[in-house]
């Protein structure tokens, strides 16, 4: 019988072997991720019956696939870290740069490629407008509190006024340039982005026109080499801005004092065709569809209760029933109607000009109230002074209302002069 001897093992504490292994397992992910980064995803468009496959020519490699991933880790490990410095920020900013730049190249575009340009952008635009809000607070609090050197030294590394203003422009820039790309299809999605890389960068002043390629830029024929474009109707529903992309820009121009942009947004969001249509499908269609069949649903259900009755004939009964029921049904729903389309509770300052049609105040009902918040934010925040606004841009917005079918602070409505 054979033994087999053993080795004796060095004298090593339980936390250190631990340690030693954790050490080997941590650098394998490595190559796992890099090849998990290499994954393509098509992700369909959202908006109207268009949907680009387009696949990479032969000839090309898969640059942008690696370009991107590459930028979101740089971009993200840039967001996360609280200590940005100037470098930073000019490091992430160049990788954006590369990747807009030879997306800008490419006249064959991917669903996805757009999209996640224009993700790095919102990242690095956060990221940009957190460095600047840490620097506020990093001075704020050595002003009150008088730091020592450590922290006057940290908070001058992220004082950049003149460095921010000049990122941000350029950022804002770069972003409008990936939508008026010709190949770009601007979806939803997009849209939203852009919005809201603009929202962070306080920079509203593209937004009117963002809106109105949107509705109107020339969509790139599937298919077709070379590409041709074709043109769209600007009226379709699908072609509506989202109401909730439609407040953030509103409300971006509100916070940046810009009151023509702010009217130009009213313009291409609520006051378009499409925008109402869209409204009347989702909220109109049902009730008016139920308009539509009740008369017949009505009579169906009078004749069958006037079979439950011997006092007279059936075809009297079925007629007295019809009637009942068209007229309770009819009268109820007019009360309704106009209840609805007549409070006012929630309007402010802007109010509907009298003989206005009852269908036009309910349609136009978003367009009002954004209005109304433009001149909540243009006038005197005290009630007691509301009316008493002058100026040039005052007086635009009043005459802008008034070409609206509204009314601007009715002396009727005022406190104190019911």
Not at 201 to 212: C, G, M, S, Y
């Amino acid at each position: 019988m054979s033994k087999c001897t053993l080795r004796p093992r060095a004298d090593i504490c339980h936390l250190c072997d631990f340690v030693i292994f954790r050490q080997s397992l941590s650098r394998r992910p490595i190559r796992t991720q890099k090849s998990l980064n290499t994954v393509r995803t098509n992700f369909p468009s959202s908006r109207r019956a268009y949907s680009r496959t387009v696949q990479q020519p032969q000839g090309q490699p898969e640059v942008t696939s690696k370009k991107t991933t590459q930028l979101l880790d740089a971009a993200r490990k840039v967001a996360v870290d609280g200590h940005t410095t100037k470098a930073d920020l000019d490091k992430a900013f160049e990788e954006v740069k590369v990747t807009v730049d030879f997306l800008l190249g490419l006249r064959i575009l991917s669903e996805q490629e757009a999209p996640q340009a224009l993700e790095q952008c919102e990242i690095l635009a956060n990221t940009l407008i957190e460095t600047v809000s840490l620097d506020k607070k990093y001075r704020a609090a050595s002003a009150l509190l008088s730091l020592d050197d450590t922290g006057s030294k940290r908070g001058q590394s992220l004082k950049l006024p003149p460095a921010t203003q000049s990122i941000q422009d350029d950022l804002s820039n770069l972003a409008f340039s990936i939508i008026t790309h010709p190949p770009v299809f601007i979806t939803p999605k997009i849209l939203s982005i852009y919005v809201r890389i603009q929202a962070a960068l306080k920079r509203p002043e593209t937004l009117p026109q963002a809106f109105n390629l949107y509705a109107n830029k020339p969509v790139p024929e599937e298919g077709s080499s070379p590409t041709r474009y074709l043109s769209q109707n600007p009226n379709k529903v699908a072609n509506a801005i989202p109401q909730n992309v439609a407040d953030l820009a509103l409300q971006t121009a509100i916070e940046a004092k810009q009151l023509v942009v702010a009217m130009d947004i009213v313009e291409f969001s609520y006051a378009t065709k499409a925008f109402r249509r869209a409204k009347f499908v989702r909220k109109g269609l049902l009730p008016a569809t139920g308009v539509a069949i009740f008369p017949m649903a009505a009579y169906t259900l009078a004749s069958q209760v006037a079979l439950l009755q011997t006092t007279m004939e059936t075809t009297m009964a079925t007629n007295v029933v019809f009637a009942g029921i068209t007229a309770y049904v009819g009268f109820t729903g007019t009360i309704g109607i106009v209840a609805v389309t007549t409070a006012n509770d929630q309007m402010d300052r802007v109010t509907w000009t009298p003989g206005l049609p009852l269908r036009q105040r309910w349609i136009r009902e978003e367009e009002r109230a954004a209005i109304d918040r433009i001149a909540g934010a243009w006038g005197f925040r005290e009630v007691w002074r509301r009316g008493e606004e002058e100026g040039e841009e005052w007086d635009a917005l009043r005459e802008w209302i008034g070409l609206k079918g509204m009314i601007l602070d009715r002396t009727s409505l005022m406190d104190g002069m019911e």
